[in-house]
């Protein structure tokens, strides 16, 4: 005899396709367009909160053969930076007449517009990291990722600015470079910094390939070389909401220091309102994300 299909079994018939079509719109759109993996550095979790601590650079090698001894680097403790994993969920209610009716042929394009939704709200997550670069956004020494004042603890070390106001433009990526070559870890000890990667939102996307592109000089009529041509990697990221910021990043170091925490990966779950013959899907994921130390990026916060 044919099972009956009560409210109980239509969600667990529904579950499989809908989970198919979530899962699969969230990996199509993670892999298509996010930066998210691209700049942070990806971990998992198993703990209430992460902590991490930044370092001071090294000091150079000594002269093992002038002194016979081999001399130790005091390691000076820089500022704690803790992580805490935030919940993030949505749900979708499907009531049993209206998928029966199937009047508009809606139902098979929720779960994935979910899924969507979830690797949008994760890209936004990241982006806001760059959105809040200049203001309102405290990192480790309680000042945003991009100042002009950052501070060290180790006593003696002046403050140090990786931030400006310099509109993007071929000279102005020379002056950012070279500030960030010049940049010194928390000791004092520079620490050769490498920009080789432009940030950018839309509106500046084509500004900045002529400058890393072009091999002759751009904006100009002459033949001479451009000395930016093939430096840098170009990131063009559609969730930033100025049209005027950028940034350069040294992106080994950014790696190091740009931090995500998966503490539950992305998950579905079902659920039956049997009185109200409702199939219910939740998603959810919690993670945490931020920065433990600033010194592999320089923003501008420019105007135009």
């Known amino acids: 005899m044919p099972v009956p299909i009560t409210s109980q079994n239509f969600t667990s018939l529904m579950a499989p396709g809908i989970r198919e079509a979530f899962f699969t719109s969230?990996?199509?759109?993670?892999?298509r367009e996010s930066m998210v993996p691209r700049l942070f550095r990806m971990q998992g979790s198993t703990r209430q909160n992460e902590y991490t601590l930044s370092i001071s650079a090294l000091a150079d090698f000594e002269d093992f053969t002038a002194t016979?001894?081999?001399?130790?680097?005091?390691?000076?403790?820089?500022?704690?930076k803790t992580f805490t994993h935030n919940e993030w969920t949505k749900g979708i209610r499907i009531r049993r007449a209206a998928k029966d009716d199937e009047m508009y042929g809606i139902f098979?394009?929720?779960?994935?517009?979910?899924?969507?939704?979830?690797?949008?709200?994760?890209?936004?997550?990241?982006?806001?990291?760059?959105?809040?670069?200049?203001?309102?956004?405290?990192?480790?020494?309680?000042?945003?990722?991009?100042?002009t004042a950052h501070t060290s603890p180790v006593s003696g070390v002046a403050n140090q600015s990786n931030s400006g106001t310099?509109?993007?433009?071929?000279?102005?990526?020379?002056?950012?470079?070279?500030?960030?070559?010049?940049?010194?870890?928390?000791?004092?000890?520079?620490?050769?910094?490498?920009?080789?990667?432009?940030?950018?939102?839309?509106?500046?996307?084509?500004?900045?390939?002529?400058?890393?592109?072009s091999k002759g000089e751009p904006e100009t009529d002459n033949n001479n070389a451009n000395f930016h041509y093939g430096k840098y990697k170009l990131v063009v990221w559609d969730e930033l909401t100025s049209p005027?910021?950028?940034?350069?990043?040294?992106?080994v170091l950014m790696k190091l220091n740009l931090l995500w925490f998966d503490r539950s990966k992305l998950e579905l779950?079902?659920?039956?309102?049997?009185?109200?013959?409702?199939a219910r899907y939740s998603a959810y994921m919690r993670y945490s994300y931020g920065w433990r130390d600033y010194i592999?990026?320089?923003?501008?916060?420019?105007t135009s």
């Open 26 to 31: 969230y990996d199509e759109t993670v892999k």
């Open 296 to 302: 592999w990026v320089h923003g501008q916060n420019a």
């Open 108 to 147: 098979d394009d929720l779960p994935k517009q979910r899924g969507i939704a979830a690797a949008r709200t994760r890209e936004k997550h990241g982006a806001s990291i760059f959105i809040g670069a200049f203001a309102g956004t405290a990192g480790p020494d309680s000042l945003p990722l991009c100042s």
């Open 244 to 251: 005027y910021d950028w940034w350069m990043v040294d992106s």
């Open 166 to 213: 310099d509109t993007l433009s071929k000279t102005t990526v020379s002056s950012t470079r070279l500030a960030m070559k010049k940049f010194y870890g928390l000791n004092g000890e520079r620490i050769g910094v490498k920009g080789d990667m432009i940030i950018v939102p839309m509106d500046k996307e084509e500004d900045s390939w002529q400058i890393i592109s």
């Open 68 to 80: 016979g001894q081999i001399a130790y680097d005091d390691i000076s403790e820089g500022y704690k």
């Open 269 to 278: 779950n079902e659920d039956t309102a049997f009185n109200t013959y409702e």
